[in-house]
């Protein structure tokens, strides 16, 4: 599809051991779980509060193994300038316990973005029972990232892109500094804007991760 202007499509997207003899081994069994489910979820919470993972130009997005453990990301609205977009696969370590009937890759779609500012950004992963909570931007002050790359498995939300490009190959894309594998279908554009955001996510990276108001917690429902 040849370059236009403002096109503006829709967009609709461990087990705990029981030990013998105990008297209490459901809540006990609860606990191991969850207590073992918050540690593989650390990654997660380290990425949100602002660690700095750079990835080398050229490479794909993710260049670490995945946990398998996905997570949803939701925002008020979301603008960005210089986006990509392509098909790709996120891989588990070998034997991980929540690759499932994946054979321990995931199929998912990377979106990057060179600069994003997002109002009102919620992360929250499903701990089995409880939800680990991270919010930001939600004041004056909003949620800066640059060289934003996200593994998606869903997207949805009302979406509008300037001069957008749709079909070329990954490897010669050059709007976010990121390029996907040769022979894949991709789409990139100048400028994104998406209201309503929510993604489910099995990985993020950024150069720069910036929010402000962070305020992490515990709760029964998620984003």
């Not at 977009?85 to 990057?112: R, W």
């Not at 919620?122 to 996200?150: E, H, M, R």
Request: aromatic residues 4%; charged residues 15%; proline residues 4%.
């Amino acid at each position: 599809m040849a370059s236009s202007s403002d096109v503006t499509p829709s967009a609709d997207h461990t087990p705990g051991s029981a030990e013998s003899g105990s008297t209490t081994g459901p809540a006990r069994r609860g606990r191991v779980r969850l207590r073992r489910a918050a540690v593989m979820a650390v990654p997660a919470v380290a990425v949100a509060a602002g660690l700095a993972i750079m990835t080398a130009e050229g490479a794909l997005g993710v260049s670490f193994s995945i946990s398998g453990m996905p997570f949803t990301v939701t925002a008020k609205s979301l603008d960005g300038t210089g986006f990509e977009q392509f098909g790709g696969l996120d891989s588990m370590i070998e034997n991980s316990p929540n690759e499932g009937d994946t054979g321990g890759q995931v199929l998912i779609v990377t979106s990057a973005i060179k600069n994003a500012t997002l109002d009102s950004l919620c992360q929250s992963v499903d701990l089995g029972g409880t939800n680990l909570l991270i919010k930001a931007g939600s004041g004056s002050s909003k949620v800066k990232a640059t060289d934003l790359t996200t593994d998606s498995t869903e997207l949805s939300g009302d979406a509008a892109f300037k001069n957008i490009e749709i079909g070329n190959d990954a490897s010669t894309l050059d709007k976010a500094g990121v390029k996907g594998p040769k022979g894949v279908f991709s789409q990139q554009s100048d400028t994104v804007h998406i209201d309503n955001l929510r993604q489910t996510n099995y990985a993020t990276t950024a150069g720069v991760f910036k929010l402000p108001g962070l305020k992490l917690s515990f709760s029964s429902s998620g984003c």
